[in-house]
């Protein structure tokens, strides 16, 4: 595994975790961070033996948004041509599945980083906002399109217009997150997610995330066609058939790609 400077990377048997490390800026993604997360998840990403990947930050902060000190100077020619923060949708087409275990800020990039994993679980600490409004933009790294597809029109509205955050608890009542954990128990609960997760079937867990994540690209129509089509497909596999072989035999499947 390479070496990093603005992250770690740790591997646990077939979870892989990138820990953003900036304390000082708590976390905000400068363009060293972004090329450095996105290296390690594809790095994680093109490795067979690794099942799920986990995204976390400090206790004190997921990532507290770009930087905006690296940004203040930039002008719209810098931003335009160098097309900033593009990188990061290499980082969304990821084919693993991506947990984000959030706690403390997630703001601005945080939630949009955030947002960009299959999914997040936060402490009771966490805090989600889009701020960005208040420095004279607005979201730039999905969260315009990610947040109003995954809370709905009213509440992306609220959240971006008036710059405010939410708690864990509203991002759950909201559909921001599947979990609010204790903030001294996110990382464990995390790992025990992923390592779930992991156990499975790669191609399987490859075609399950692309047919999700089809319902926000998609028609109903299509969506549904793309489904069965991929489902059909999982017939090819050794792994439906020892996993239905188990069940019939009363035994824990034994998956081959995994
Ligand atoms: N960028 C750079 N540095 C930051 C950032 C950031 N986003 N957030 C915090 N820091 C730094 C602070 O400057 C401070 O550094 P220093 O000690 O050198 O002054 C250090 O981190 C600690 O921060 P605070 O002292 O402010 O800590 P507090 O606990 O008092 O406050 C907050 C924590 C509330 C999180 C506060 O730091 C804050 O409001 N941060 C900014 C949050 C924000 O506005 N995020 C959105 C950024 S913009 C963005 O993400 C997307 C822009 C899209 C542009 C698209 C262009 C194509």
Request: charged share 25%; aromatic share 6%.
């Amino acid at each position: 595994m390479s070496s990093y400077e603005t992250i770690q990377v740790t591997r646990e048997g077939r979870v892989g975790t990138i820990t953003l490390d900036r304390p000082k800026a708590l976390n905000a993604l400068n363009a060293q961070l972004m090329t450095e997360v996105v290296a390690a998840a594809e790095e994680l990403d093109a490795d067979r033996g690794i099942g799920a990947i986990v995204v976390t930050g400090s206790e004190r902060a997921f990532a507290a948004g770009a930087d905006i000190k690296e940004m203040a100077a930039q002008s719209y020619a810098d931003m335009a041509l160098g097309d900033w923060f593009a990188a990061w949708d290499r980082f969304a087409n990821l084919r693993t599945p991506v947990i984000a275990g959030v706690s403390g800020h997630a703001l601005g990039g945080g939630c949009e980083l955030a947002m960009m994993c299959d999914l997040v679980i936060a402490a009771e600490s966490a805090r989600f906002g889009q701020p960005e409004i208040n420095l004279g933009v607005f979201p730039g790294i999905g969260g315009t399109q990610r947040l109003t597809r995954a809370v709905g029109k009213a509440v992306a509205m609220d959240l971006i217009l008036t710059g405010r955050t939410m708690t864990a608890q509203e991002a759950l009542a909201v559909g921001l997150v599947s979990r609010v954990v204790p903030t001294e128990e996110l990382l464990q609960q995390v790992a025990e997610v992923a390592a779930t997760i992991a156990e499975k079937s790669l191609p399987v867990l490859y075609a399950t995330k692309e047919a999700v994540n089809r319902a926000f690209e998609t028609t109903l129509a299509e969506g549904v066609k793309f489904e069965r089509r991929t489902f059909h497909a999982t017939f090819a596999l050794e792994d439906r058939t020892e996993g239905m072989g188990a069940f019939v035999e009363k035994r824990t499947a034994e998956f081959k790609h995994r």
